[in-house]
């Protein structure tokens, strides 16, 4: 792994979505990829709900992200069933070793805890939907 750090946007699959939205070409289908396993996230799985996780709540609390200009044409995609599912795929990464390689390689370092507390503050925001007014054009 090439970028390695506990916040959000700090490893090489949150640069490649990033990447990827920057230049127009994200859609959830393009990710699906890696998300064939309902039961076990591989690494880039993980990597990649977390990120999805931080787009959202970015997008709803119109805070900026780094290595993004603007992200409207991603939250143009982002439905509730959307945010329902990315809640699920970023618990199924926090859950554990068992349903998580991410979680595995976290495991064997030191800050294993900071990355899970980092990650778990992205839940709380997923589980309110968004305002009926906010149709994320202020986050554009």
């Known amino acids: 792994m090439g970028a390695w750090g506990a916040g959000p946007l700090e490893n090489d699959g949150a640069g490649d979505l990033l990447a990827s939205i920057r230049h127009g070409d994200f859609s959830f289908e393009e990710i699906a990829w890696a ?78 805890d900071a990355w899970v507390a980092e990650a778990r503050t992205l839940l709380a925001p997923l589980a309110c939907p968004a305002s009926p007014d906010d149709d994320g054009a202020a986050h554009r």
Request: net charge negative.
């Open 35 to 112: 998300f064939e396993d309902s039961d076990y996230l591989e690494v880039d799985g993980g990597q990649i709900a977390i990120t999805l996780a931080h787009l959202v709540v970015a997008g709803r609390e119109g805070t900026a992200v780094p290595g993004l200009d603007d992200v409207g044409p991603f939250l143009a995609q982002v439905t509730p069933e959307r945010v329902a599912w990315i809640r699920a795929q970023v618990e199924l990464t926090l859950a554990g070793g068992e349903t998580s390689e991410l979680y595995e390689l976290w495991e064997e370092t030191d800050e294993l």
